[in-house]
């Protein structure tokens, strides 16, 4: 089995900032592509941000210049600094993580529960 584990979510004010973790664990043979979307209230779920095993990121528009992926591959984690935080940033954030697990082949997406972002005054 494999397991993603989010956390640092939580009540932010306007401006401020937040850095949310994603430790993946479990029959690992080796992970992938690692990200983070998000999900607001009345609104289809988005790619906020991923990153590849050697490093290569992808962000989206509204967070570029604002929010930072990164990753620590010998602790399978992923990590996404949130600066300049905004109420539209307000959301439930998931990573996922593309894995291969131990004795299969073919890579599979797991993800995580999802933590709870909250951008308000």
């Known amino acids: 089995q494999v397991q993603l584990v989010e956390s640092g979510g939580g009540l932010v004010q306007p401006g401020g900032s937040l850095r949310l973790s994603c430790a993946a664990s479990?029959?690992?043979?080796?992970?992938?592509?690692m990200g983070w979307y998000r999900q607001a209230p009345g609104k289809q779920r988005e790619l906020v941000a991923e990153i590849t095993r050697d490093g290569s990121t992808n962000y989206a528009d509204s967070v570029k210049g604002r929010f930072t992926i990164s990753r620590d591959n010998a602790k399978n984690m992923v990590y996404l600094q949130m600066n300049s935080l905004k109420p539209e940033d307000t959301a439930v954030y998931c990573c996922?993580?593309?894995?291969?697990?131990?004795?299969?082949?073919?890579?599979?997406?797991?993800w995580g529960q999802g933590t709870q972002v909250t951008v308000s005054s």
């Open positions: 996922y993580a593309r894995i291969r697990r131990v004795g299969i082949y073919k890579e599979y997406d797991y």
């Open positions: 479990g029959s690992i043979f080796s992970i992938n592509t």
